[in-house]
């Protein structure tokens, strides 16, 4: 241990309570902040269309799929969309536990509703969101 400095007004048990009161006060800072987001998370969660385009990005990402790809650059490129994809999982996870299964579940039935709907079917969705 360093040798403590005569004119330093504080010991180093003052010093070291105040780090930790320091760090205690951090961790509560941190904590409400990340409250917050999952706040913001939660407002996303509530209506259907916030569930619509967060499912849409889990799919883009192809967040649930293992990575085959041999071309390296391909394969960083899929990687990056994964932990995308994976960071909004988590946070779906941490702001609504019991919604990310429904959320996945709707978006891939609106996939599949896009892959294999008709013209027509199309348009008569399409003049339900008008």
């Not at 403590?4 to 003052?14: A, C, V």
Request: a negative charge.
């Amino acid at each position: 241990m360093p040798k403590q400095d005569e004119f330093d007004p504080y010991s180093e048990e003052d010093n070291l309570e105040k780090l930790k009161q320091l760090h205690v006060e951090e961790e509560k800072r941190n904590k409400k902040f990340e409250e917050f987001q999952l706040d913001d998370w939660r407002l996303a969660l509530s209506g259907p269309s916030g569930r619509a385009i967060l499912g849409q990005l889990i799919l883009f990402c192809r967040t649930m799929e293992v990575n085959t790809e041999q071309n390296p650059q391909a394969s960083g490129y899929r990687e990056g969309l994964r932990a995308a994809g994976l960071f909004i999982f988590a946070k779906i996870k941490a702001a609504a536990p019991n919604k990310y299964l429904e959320i996945l579940r709707e978006a891939e039935a609106v996939s599949d509703f896009f892959n294999t709907a008709t013209i027509a079917e199309l348009n008569r969705a399409r003049d339900l969101f008008k």
